[in-house]
């Protein structure tokens, strides 16, 4: 069988050792089958363990295989739109109950890592860097939203004070928000991965969920095996394929890249980041970078729509990296990779059951590293029978991309261009 490895990313490459994990080869029978070990996955799987569930997980590749194991490890608070959308979209309700949640991933995770001893290089204080006056006033407005919904650990920074946490001239100023922050992602998930086998979950890799039996006793069949349930989650996001049919049509893969210098040395990174803060611009096609443990700066941007890996990565995103750092011009990139999330037209998560016993969530669009942590928290309390907040997304409204499967790329890298465009020329 097909043993499929991790990326040669930054983060396999400085991974926490784990264990061996077997891919299933015979019937087991569980409460909740997980398919997919990203974070949604592991999060349900740990809730539910400590909500006294059984619970198997079936993962195609490894954990942190998917986009958990590659992403930026920006801890960025919110959705992907954010909450004055969601309350021009729903009623005052479900506007409030989703408001009041959208703080809480970030505390979920700083909880994970207290409770696992996960060793995953935490640190506090993420920042949003304006370049345009538009998108200051934007920002400007989202501290006052936020701290409606009692949101309070953020600072409006001029252009001098941000000048003080990120020594990048682009910016006009920004907002800190020392409840962002940032992880070793592959490490985190391999902590929570840990965290569910400590408490008796069963982990499978190697062992791709290629079809569900759907029906009051529902089965999961693996090339080898199957896993018979009472409820099933799918949280294979961007990498699930056709699996679940009803879930492709609304929801499009999509990637984005990801490079890593070599260690830069303490005074060259204290230069960069005095305060290792991780930093997030405000274009919709945005740049994000941070420093490692070991002083590295990883740098993101760009976004490849329909998931097609593009030759050569550093070539994409060295330019946007020496545009914010011309510092950085003889250093050199050790890793570069790509990896997929899964965006929605309205780029909030799609989230649901099918039948009684089949749920799932998906599709955060970009800022998923807190949102599928609530994800996990939430879909655990609806199996527990408290459905009250995740049916609160359940009830967000999803639209199939225009044109069908067939469209949808073209249609969003149109709207990905307006975009870019908007930004370049800050209207
Ligand atoms: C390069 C990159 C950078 C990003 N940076 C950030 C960031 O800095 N901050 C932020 O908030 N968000 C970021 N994101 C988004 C964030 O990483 C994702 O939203 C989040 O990790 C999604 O988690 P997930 O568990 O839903 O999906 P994934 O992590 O993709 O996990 C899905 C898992 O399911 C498995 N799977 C799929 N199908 C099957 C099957 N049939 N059977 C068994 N297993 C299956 C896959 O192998 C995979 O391991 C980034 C994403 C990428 C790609």
New binding site residues.
Partial sequence: MANTPYPQSYYAASANPVPPRPALQEEVQTDVCV???????LSSALFLLESGFKVTV????KV?????G?????I?NSYSRDIDVIERTVGPKQAQLLGHMAFEGGRIIRERVAKYNIQCDLKDGGVFAALTPKQMGHLESQKRLWERFGHTQLELMDQKRIREVVDCDQYIGGMLDMSGGHIH?LNLALGEAAAVESLGGKIYEQ???IRIERGANPVVHTPQGKVRAKFIIV???????G?VPELAAKSMPCG???ITTEPLGDELARSLLPQDYCVEDCNYLLD?YRLTGDKRLIF?GGVVYGARDPANIEAIIRPKMLKAFPQLKDVKIDYAW????LLTLSRLPQVGRLGDNIYYS?G?S?????Y?HLAGKVLAEALRGQAERFDAFAELPHYPFPGGQLLRVPFSALGAWYYSLRDRLGF
């Fill in positions: 398919i997919g070990a990203g974070y949604t996955g079936l993962e195609a590749a942190g295989f998917g986009a958990s590659r992403n930026g490890g920006q960025v992602p062992s791709p969920a949280a294979g996001n961007a990498y699930l394929g699996l984005t890249q990801v994000y993101g790509t990896g997929n999330f998906q955060c970009g800022h998923g590293v807190t599928t």
